[in-house]
């Protein structure tokens, strides 16, 4: 296992990328957007630069790290040397069939294929290619850099040597593991997009601030984030979308709190542009956190 094509530059790519680098494998990333891409690069520069200054890698492991990693727009050529693919696109079934098909058609028949979601099935993603023994799920988190486990979960037809491969790969990347078998939302996207729906549930029914929610679950559970700062971090149309496909899986619990597609539809996205439950261009520091 040598290298590693990452699609989808955004919130997780990009992350994904880093953590690629870092373990020592050849990474390119990938992605339709330049804009993407550039900002990918940029954010990437400065997580490298962090990580030097607080010592957590050092100016050798940065220099190879940065020497193995490419920023690409072209699938097809990225993909004819890939070990493994690791796809990272919005969580829409059209977009990530087409990223499938067209991984299926130029990368070699050894590479395996991994899949980003954080609620889809990977058993039907696997079916957009022709590779289910070698197709599995491994559900990062953000930020990916900071956050310890790699979630990985076996569609129907994936090969315990698959599995094995993509533990290793995950260590490799500094990653701790559990490896589990296929359900709607996995183990953490189902807790977490519950706790987060009810959260918007409560701001929509007049409980209190976002602040003194936020507070409360804190100080009150122990949680080391806000369910409002964590979905500005993720996203709130990312968390919509996984919403939506968690109602439609699992049932009424998961119904998207009105608000929330209120937020969606004003363009209140989360941190990625500036606002989302909070506004990131009056809170400096909430921004540094
Ligand atoms: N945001 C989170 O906190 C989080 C956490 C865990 C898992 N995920 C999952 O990771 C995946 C990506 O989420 P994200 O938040 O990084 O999304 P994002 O919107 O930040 O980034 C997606 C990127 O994919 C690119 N893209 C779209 N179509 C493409 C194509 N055909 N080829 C190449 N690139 C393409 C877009 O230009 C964009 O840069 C989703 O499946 C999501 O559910 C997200």
Redesign the pocket.
Known sequence: MKNIIV????????GIAYVSAIGGFTVSL????EK?LES?KNELNLIFAKGLERGKISPELEQQAKTNLSYLSD?PKACSEADLII?????KAE??K??FE?MEQYAPEHCLFA??????SPTEIASYGKRADRTIAM????PVHKMPLVEIVRGLETSDETAETIKKVAEQMGKETVVINEFPGFVT?RISCLVGNEAFYMLQEGLGTPEDIDKAIKLGLNFPMGPFELVD???L??RL??LRYLHEKLGEKYRPAPLLEQYVKAGRLGR?VGKGVYDYSKKEELVKK
Do not use: C, W, Y
């Not at 989808?8 to 790519?13: A, H, I, K, L």
């Not at 796809?87 to 969580?91: D, I, K, M, Q, R």
């Not at 899949?115 to 889809?120: L, V």
């Open positions: 699609v989808g530059s955004g919130v997780m790519g990009r990938v992605d339709v957007n993407a990918a699938l796809e990272a696109v919005p969580e977009i990530k087409q990223v067209t899949t980003n979601t954080s609620t889809m559900h990062f988190f953000n996207s971090l993720v996203g149309d990312a979308n996984n990625k």
